[in-house]
């Protein structure tokens, strides 16, 4: 079985010698061979993935201030920074009062597309060089994207410039060696595991990034640092409903990429078969969210 993640922001980088860009990927994460079947299979697994987990998520993120509003009581702007195709998005925005401003920020304008909807603002950008004002937004939520990129300090140090003092950001991630807990568990597959997260750490990212994420916060000026766990468990929904995060699909691109052999593929799909296929089979999936706030000042960078 195998674990998940989600999202990006990063710059764009070519195809080889050619001339011409290749689609925008976000450091570590690129949509398109992220899954076997491609963009469209991907964009079916992040949304699964946002309808296993999110309701759990959004409970976080209210107590750590989503729905806190503005101190002189006109409506607030949210930042969904990374949104990719939008999964979040749509239920953010179903979620949030009707007068939120909800700006969904990506680099990668062709994922992005699909986040269009009413009460929605697409914002193509760089995480570590958006184009917004000083202080301008009341919340921003960065949902899956720092484990991907090469300097998530630079991007947080760019949501504390937008952030007005006193707003809150808050930062949703996995941690490889905190994933979760299955009974039955198979540790055969413990190298299978071990070569997904290297193959995301000689790409730039960071399977294991959960637990510096309030480090990494503080090391971008942010204050009032809160951590918070939330779980997902079978319990609550069908086994079948976790195949997008534990099933063997996201591991086809990396037996094309040369890191896993076909033997370790066959291994994990009789492995996630005989999981889901057992009446007694338990999965609890972990999640971390971190958030802080922006203090009254100059961001940190201009400070040193």
């Not at 296993?52 to 920074?81: K, M, N, Q, Y």
């Not at 799909?269 to 999640?287: H, K, T």
Request: glycine share 10%.
């Amino acid at each position: 079985m195998t674990t998940t993640d989600a999202t990006t922001a990063a710059p764009a980088r070519p195809v080889g010698g050619s001339t011409t860009p290749a689609r925008p990927v976000g450091g570590s994460y690129d949509p398109a061979r992220t899954t076997g079947g491609g963009l469209a299979a991907e964009l079916d697994r992040l949304e699964a993935q946002a309808a296993l987990s999110f309701p759990e998520e959004l409970r976080i993120l209210r107590e750590l201030g989503l729905d806190d509003g503005t101190d002189d009581g006109t409506d607030a702007t949210v930042l969904e920074l990374g949104a990719g195709p939008g999964a979040v998005t749509r239920r953010l925005r179903a979620a949030l009062p009707a007068g939120t401003t909800l700006i969904a920020a990506d680099i990668d304008a062709e994922l992005l597309a699909h986040a269009a909807g009413p009460g929605v603002t697409l914002l193509v950008a760089d995480g570590a060089d958006l184009p917004l004002p000083d202080a301008s937004v009341d919340f921003v939520l960065l949902r899956y994207v720092l484990q991907h990129v090469p300097d998530p300090v630079a991007v947080l140090a760019e949501v504390r410039r937008v952030l007005k003092p006193g707003g809150r950001v808050a930062c949703t991630e996995v941690d490889s060696a905190l994933w979760g807990a299955a009974e039955p568990s198979y540790p055969e597959l413990a190298g299978v595991h071990a070569k997904m997260a290297a193959a995301q750490r000689a790409d730039g990212g960071d399977r294991s990034i959960g637990r510096r994420l309030p480090r990494l916060l503080r090391a971008a000026g942010f204050d009032q640092v809160a951590l918070r766990p939330f779980a997902t468990t079978n319990d609550d929904h069908p086994t079948d409903a976790f195949a997008p995060q534990l099933g063997p699909q996201r591991l086809e691109p990396l037996v094309a990429r040369g890191v896993l052999s076909l033997a370790e593929l066959a291994l994990a799909a009789d492995r996630w078969n005989r999981f889901r296929s057992d009446p007694d089979a338990w999965v609890m999936l972990l999640g971390l969210t971190a958030a802080a706030t922006a203090p009254a000042g100059r961001g940190p960078q201009e400070n040193a």
